[in-house]
């Protein structure tokens, strides 16, 4: 008759005290993953918040540019002009202002970096015809 001493189901050969390391690395891996987790999570917040920076500037952008084609028609239908293309580039428009020629236009654009958690990029344009 042949005993195996290997294997799940074997006996203890040595009868020491039992590895004080035994399921180290399981913590271990768990403990990487979690900080793996944590940089992407706040990786991913960064990122959302430069797209909703730069989003907010095109918004702006455009909508003065919109606004310095009617200065003449006034400040109502140009700031209408403004407010309406940022609003298609996902902007609310917060403020517009005629200067003279020029159209000033703050945009602000809400976006979540984390769950629960809302935000706000803002951005100011100014437009207005060619000075020389």
Do not use: K, W, Y
Not at 27 to 56: H, K, M, S
Not at 94 to 100: A, E, I, K, N, T
Not at 101 to 129: H, I, N
């Amino acid at each position: 008759m042949v005993r195996r001493t290997h294997g799940p189901d074997s006996e203890r050969l040595d009868d020491g005290p039992p590895d004080a390391q035994r399921g180290g690395a399981t913590v271990l891996l768990l403990a990487t993953g979690l900080v793996f987790l944590l940089v992407g999570t706040f990786g991913a917040a960064i990122a959302a918040a430069q797209r909703a920076d730069q989003q907010a500037a095109v918004a702006a952008d455009l909508g003065a540019l919109a606004g310095a084609a009617h200065p003449l028609d006034g400040e109502a239908m140009a700031c209408a002009f403004a407010a309406d293309i940022a609003s298609r580039n996902a902007g609310r428009t917060v403020r517009c202002r005629l200067d003279g020629l020029d159209v000033l236009v703050t945009v602000e654009v809400a976006f979540t970096p984390l769950p629960g958690l809302t935000r706000v990029a803002t951005s100011t344009a100014r437009a207005g015809p060619v000075r020389g």
